[in-house]
């Protein structure tokens, strides 16, 4: 048999910024709250490349908690994209992208 030490204060792994988006909600982790930093975004969509950005905003929609509340932005654009997904965040624009093309896969 071939086994596999475990060591609970091994390297760790970066936090990353993630997505879940559901049928009427965005919601976004601590990490992606975290590098927006502002209690309202502006949300947009490049159709050609499907990829939903998250702008810090001063005008916009707010975010209640951990959630953004997408249900006409998603009506609008015809995104029925469901799950988990991974998001870049860009300094330079204080923007989070979100490719909804690619979700993250559920270790079940």
Do not use: C, W
Not at 16 to 32: D, G, Q
Request: proline fraction near 5%; charged fraction near 30%.
């Amino acid at each position: 048999m071939a086994f596999e030490v475990y060591k609970p204060r091994g390297e760790r792994v970066p936090k990353l910024p993630l997505v879940t988006i559901s049928k009427n909600s965005i919601v976004l982790n601590k990490y992606a709250r975290g590098k927006l930093n502002v209690s309202k975004v502006e949300l947009a969509f490049d159709p050609d490349s499907s990829v939903i950005r998250i702008k810090a905003s001063s005008e916009g929609q707010n975010i209640k908690k951990t959630k953004v509340f997408g249900r006409g932005f998603f009506n609008h654009f015809g995104i029925a994209a469901k799950g988990k997904f991974h998001a870049e965040y860009d300094e330079k624009e204080r923007a989070l992208y979100v490719n909804i093309n690619k979700t993250i896969k559920d270790p079940q």
